[in-house]
Every structure is written in structure tokens, then in C-alpha cells.
């Protein structure tokens, strides 16, 4: 049975991820990580009439590519955890229809990978699910046509904004003893974090401080410091947020993360080379970064211990308009591999 150390739980079952996806469009694929990634699609359109269509495409293809290399039929699958960035998580729920397996919808923004997999992780250790998909999307046109302005508008684009990922990751979690597979040992769930950041393009700052939180309470539950870690991956905080956590880490709790600690959303861009500004950002771009290069470098053992902390600004549209601040939260996964 699980037990808990202050927000942190020490899972028995240990799921493994046995297999992993990420799809993404054009632009992610001529970054750094583009051979990473198991699907790169030409047309971010894929096609299809909408960006919201596209969307949901991009994560279909990233969940049954992910069952194709785990050799896992859709029958097998008890459920999929999944959400993302539109209005009543749409991308999910209409990627996800056709698949015919039952789905639990989750919001925590760009938290969301992390967000799935804790709850998958929960859902086998309670002994009623053996087999779960861990999910999520996002989609640079969608995000930026609901929260900001439509393409169309030309506004010009802030030095602290970031650029949403177009991509999908998604990983097949199972109560297995595979001991090639690497395991989510422990997970915690974060908590709000507001600090009264009103600025919509400037995501990094409004998250920063939910990432310090979790980082901190994660390893004064586990009794660890940061070089216990190969790397604490923080889910996009582009280079903003990532210097104003090391900054408050450092000022506030006397830790420094600089030796392990790296930002998907600095991962996958060029930011000079491919103008993204601040980085990248968006639920695709932990989902990606994590569901290809990290968990590809934990099967070659590369990677034996990774402390990932996706997250995540929880804002919408009306909000913003209101005036309200943006809450920030952040939620840590601890995957290790059996060559520790």
C-alpha cells in the first residue's frame, strides 16, 4: 500500500511506463529534440479544417502510437487520463472519442502531464486499473486564438512570452514488473501558488513560484537534495521562469537547482534561432519533451533518476478579462529506472 510523507506519496506498485509517444508540427520538429520525436507532422493543419481538429488529432496519433510500442490493443487499456488547454478540454475529449476506451478528463493547464500521470499512477495502485495512458495536448494556433489574439491580428509578441507547442505525448503506465521499463516511484501533488501576476504573456513568472514550492516540499518529504537527481526537469518555464526559480530557490530556501535543473520549454526551441522569445510552453510541451527525449534516455540508461515537475498557470479567457491574477501550480513525478 502507498504511504505518505507530508504531500508526497511513496507508491508501492511502482507503474511502469513500458512505452511512450510524442507527435508535434513543423516547428517543434526542426528544434534541438526534432529526431526525438516519434511523429513530426509538415502541416499543422494535418489536413483538417480547424486548429482544434488538429489538435485533437495530434493526440490520437501520440496515444495509438504509444499503445503500437507498448504491443497494447485498446481493449487492454482500462482508462485514459488526459486534458489540455481549450474551453471543457476539448482537444481530449473529441481526439480521444473514437478510441473507445474510457477516458477521465483533467485541467491543470500545462501541468496536465504531470497532473495524468499521478492520477493513473494512483488509479493502478489502488488495484482496480492494471493498464493507463497518461495524455495531453496542446496547439500554438488554438492557445493563441483563445487566451491572446487571433493570428490574424499581427499583435507583436512580448520579450517574456513564450511560445505554445503544437504536440501531444502521451505514455502507456502498467502494473508490471518489466524491469527494463523505467517506474514512477514516488508523485506529488502541488499546491495554488499566486503571487498576483496579471500579465498573460508572461507565463514564466505567474509559475515560477508553484515550481518552488513543489521542489521544496518534495525533498524536504523525501530527505533529498538535488544532486540525489540526474535532473529536475521543470515543465516550462521557459527562460524566464527558470532564472526566477533559481533565484528564489536559492535566496528563499539556500538550494541550488543550477547543476540539475533544465525547462522543457528551453529544451525544445532554438529560442534565438526559431524567435519563440521566453521559450515554449503550452500542455504539448512537457508532454512531448518528456514522452521522447527523457523517457528515450531513461531506456538507453542514460537517465536513472529524474524528478519531473510539470506547470502550470490556471487562467482562463474570462479571467484574464476580469482582471484576476493567474494562479500557478505544479505537480512532481519521481521516475527512476532499476540501474540506480
Same mark, same amino acid.
Given at each position: 500500500?502507498?504511504?505518505?510523507?507530508?504531500?508526497?506519496?511513496?507508491?508501492?506498485?511502482?507503474?511502469?511506463?513500458?512505452?511512450?509517444?510524442?507527435?508535434?508540427?513543423?516547428?517543434?520538429?526542426?528544434?534541438?529534440?526534432?529526431?526525438?520525436?516519434?511523429?513530426?507532422?509538415?502541416?499543422?493543419?494535418?489536413?483538417?479544417?480547424?486548429?482544434?481538429?488538429?489538435?485533437?488529432?495530434?493526440?490520437?496519433?501520440?496515444?495509438?502510437?504509444?499503445?503500437?510500442?507498448?504491443?497494447?490493443?485498446?481493449?487492454?487499456?482500462?482508462?485514459?487520463?488526459?486534458?489540455?488547454?481549450?474551453?471543457?478540454?476539448?482537444?481530449?475529449?473529441?481526439?480521444?472519442?473514437?478510441?473507445?476506451?474510457?477516458?477521465?478528463?483533467?485541467?491543470?493547464?500545462?501541468?496536465?502531464?504531470?497532473?495524468?500521470?499521478?492520477?493513473?499512477?494512483?488509479?493502478?495502485?489502488?488495484?482496480?486499473?492494471?493498464?493507463?495512458?497518461?495524455?495531453?495536448?496542446?496547439?500554438?494556433?488554438?492557445?493563441?486564438?483563445?487566451?491572446?489574439?487571433?493570428?490574424?491580428?499581427?499583435?507583436?509578441?512580448?520579450?517574456?512570452?513564450?511560445?505554445?507547442?503544437?504536440?501531444?505525448?502521451?505514455?502507456?503506465?502498467?502494473?508490471?514488473?518489466?524491469?527494463?521499463?523505467?517506474?514512477?516511484?514516488?508523485?506529488?501533488?502541488?499546491?495554488?501558488?499566486?503571487?498576483?501576476?496579471?500579465?498573460?504573456?508572461?507565463?514564466?513568472?505567474?509559475?515560477?513560484?508553484?515550481?518552488?514550492?513543489?521542489?521544496?516540499?518534495?525533498?524536504?518529504?523525501?530527505?533529498?537534495?538535488?544532486?540525489?537527481?540526474?535532473?529536475?526537469? +521543470? $515543465?516550462? /518555464?521557459?527562460?524566464?521562469? *527558470?532564472? %526566477?526559480?533559481? !533565484?528564489?530557490?536559492?535566496?528563499?530556501?539556500?538550494?541550488? =537547482?543550477?547543476?540539475?535543473?533544465?525547462?522543457?520549454?528551453?529544451?525544445?526551441?532554438?529560442?534565438?534561432?526559431?524567435?519563440?522569445?521566453?521559450?515554449?510552453?503550452?500542455?504539448?510541451?512537457?508532454?512531448?519533451?518528456?514522452?521522447?527525449?527523457?523517457?528515450?534516455?531513461?531506456?538507453?540508461?542514460?537517465?536513472?533518476?529524474?524528478?519531473?515537475?510539470? +506547470? $502550470?498557470? /490556471?487562467?482562463?479567457?474570462? *479571467?484574464? %478579462?476580469?482582471? !484576476?491574477?493567474?494562479?500557478?501550480?505544479?505537480?512532481?513525478? =519521481?521516475?527512476?529506472?532499476?540501474?540506480?
Amino acid at each position: 500500500m502507498a504511504t505518505r510523507k507530508g504531500k508526497t506519496i511513496f507508491l508501492e506498485k511502482k507503474p511502469r511506463i513500458i512505452a511512450n509517444a510524442a507527435a508535434v508540427g513543423k516547428k517543434e520538429g526542426e528544434g534541438p529534440l526534432g529526431k526525438e520525436f516519434d511523429l513530426v507532422f509538415s502541416d499543422d493543419k494535418l489536413g483538417l479544417p480547424s486548429w482544434e481538429k488538429a489538435e485533437s488529432e495530434l493526440l490520437k496519433r501520440a496515444v495509438e502510437k504509444a499503445l503500437l510500442n507498448a504491443a497494447t490493443e485498446k481493449n487492454e487499456v482500462d482508462a485514459i487520463f488526459s486534458g489540455d488547454l481549450l474551453d471543457q478540454c476539448i482537444g481530449s475529449s473529441f481526439g480521444l472519442r473514437s478510441l473507445k476506451i474510457p477516458v477521465c478528463g483533467l485541467y491543470g493547464a500545462c501541468s496536465t502531464m504531470a497532473l495524468s500521470l499521478c492520477t493513473a499512477s494512483l488509479a493502478i495502485e489502488t488495484g482496480g486499473f492494471d493498464c493507463c495512458v497518461a495524455a495531453t495536448c496542446s496547439h500554438f494556433c488554438s492557445a493563441e486564438k483563445q487566451f491572446r489574439y487571433p493570428l490574424e491580428y499581427g499583435g507583436q509578441r512580448t520579450p517574456t512570452a513564450q511560445w505554445t507547442v503544437t504536440g501531444a505525448g502521451a505514455a502507456v503506465l502498467k502494473n508490471s514488473k518489466k524491469s527494463a521499463s523505467p517506474y514512477i516511484d514516488k508523485i506529488h501533488l502541488g499546491t495554488i501558488c499566486d503571487l498576483g501576476i496579471t500579465d498573460a504573456n508572461n507565463m514564466g513568472a505567474a509559475m515560477a513560484p508553484a515550481a518552488k514550492k513543489t521542489i521544496t516540499d518534495f525533498l524536504c518529504d523525501t530527505g533529498t537534495s538535488p544532486s540525489d537527481y540526474d535532473m529536475i526537469l +521543470t $515543465g516550462d /518555464l521557459g527562460k524566464v521562469g *527558470s532564472d %526566477l526559480l533559481k !533565484e528564489l530557490m536559492l535566496r528563499e530556501e539556500g538550494i541550488d =537547482l543550477s547543476s540539475v535543473h533544465n525547462d522543457c520549454g528551453l529544451l525544445i526551441f532554438d529560442r534565438e534561432a526559431q524567435d519563440v522569445h521566453a521559450g515554449g510552453s503550452g500542455c504539448g510541451c512537457s508532454a512531448s519533451v518528456l514522452c521522447s527525449y527523457i523517457l528515450n534516455r531513461f531506456r538507453n540508461g542514460f537517465f536513472k533518476k529524474v524528478l519531473f515537475v510539470a +506547470t $502550470g498557470a /490556471l487562467m482562463s479567457p474570462v *479571467s484574464s %478579462l476580469q482582471g !484576476e491574477s493567474i494562479p500557478g501550480i505544479a505537480h512532481a513525478v =519521481l521516475i527512476k529506472s532499476d540501474n540506480n
